[in-house]
């Protein structure tokens, strides 16, 4: 059954969100987690998500607060701005997380093909300096992939997490996005094998995956999830691809963790730095 959140006007206004300066535009989505709504500020006319969850399905729990703190502290320009989060008890006693997000209005990256690797560079510095932010700041994002890669009004991308992808798919694409695969596909081995890897090293695997899907547009794994091991090793590019970009996708698919460059080492990377890779 769907679970559609209250509207703005019957929330606590007294909270740090402006709730009491928005006004609905529509309900895009709603769900046993909650729902997203499409608002507007009256003075400003400014557009914004509105995501309302039913505290038990987030999930995410400290990740999904540091990424909040991450996106709202510093504005930084590859991460989707979070204009404020609250807790609220909802009219039926439901403990809310509610989260005022940035929308993008170019939506999300999933089922997107940049054959034209002149285009790519562009995109992987943003995602990069997105990535690169966030381990500053102590955080492992934890679910890179391309529907958490967002683009914004000028063409911007930048990093969402927090299921701020699929609110603001919908919104821009006015009905439910294309399904995706679920996020253990973009998993590294050594987080799927229970090693307690992952970490820093795991996005950067995640971000392999996803700019080659990107370029390829397909999931490098075909249909599987990879919670096995890689018995043939890692996907590569294809072998029309540039020499920059298959080194590029070698250095973010290492098998072993340890072996991956840093996202701020990434950024140095010919692929990304090169001339004749310099459209903006």
């Known amino acids: 059954m769907s679970l559609a959140a209250p509207p703005p006007s019957s929330l606590d206004t007294t909270v740090e969100l402006p709730l009491a300066e928005m ?17 507007r500020h009256r003075a400003t006319r400014r557009e914004y998500a509105l995501k309302v969850l039913y505290e038990r399905w987030a999930a995410g729990g400290d990740t999904d607060d540091a990424l909040l703190r991450a996106a709202d ?3 930084h320009p590859s991460l989707v701005r979070c204009h404020g989060g609250t ?19 170019g939506g999300s990256l999933s089922g997107r093909r940049v054959a034209d690797e002149r285009a790519l560079p562009g995109v992987t510095r943003q995602a990069l300096s997105g990535i690169a932010h966030l381990h500053r700041r102590g955080v492992v994002h934890g679910d890179i992939r391309p529907s ?5 009004s000028s063409g911007r991308v930048k990093i969402a997490g927090f299921g701020a992808d699929r609110a603001i798919d919908q919104i821009t694409n006015g009905g439910p996005c294309k399904a995706s695969l679920r996020p253990a596909a973009y998993m590294s081995p050594d987080r799927a094998d229970g090693g307690g890897g992952g970490g820093y090293a795991g996005d950067i695997w995640s971000f392999g995956l996803t700019i080659l ?15 096995t091991c890689y018995s043939d090793g890692p996907p590569e ?7 920059e970009f298959r080194s590029f996708v070698g250095c973010c698919l290492q098998m072993n963790p340890a072996k991956r460059p840093s996202a701020v080492q990434l950024m ?12 903006k």
């Open 23 to 39: 006004e609905l535009v529509c309900l895009v989505d709603s769900g046993e987690g909650g729902s997203v709504w499409l608002v």
């Open 73 to 75: 502290d510093d504005h």
């Open 87 to 105: 807790r609220h008890r909802g009219n039926g006693g439901e403990e809310l997380r509610i989260v005022l997000l940035e929308h993008m209005r």
């Open 148 to 152: 958490n890669l967002l683009v914004d």
């Open 213 to 227: 899907e990107l370029y390829t547009g397909r999931f490098p794994l075909g249909q599987s999830i990879p919670l």
């Open 237 to 243: 590019a294809p072998a029309t691809a540039s020499p």
């Open 268 to 279: 140095d990377h010919p692929f990304v730095t090169s001339s004749l890779f310099s459209q």
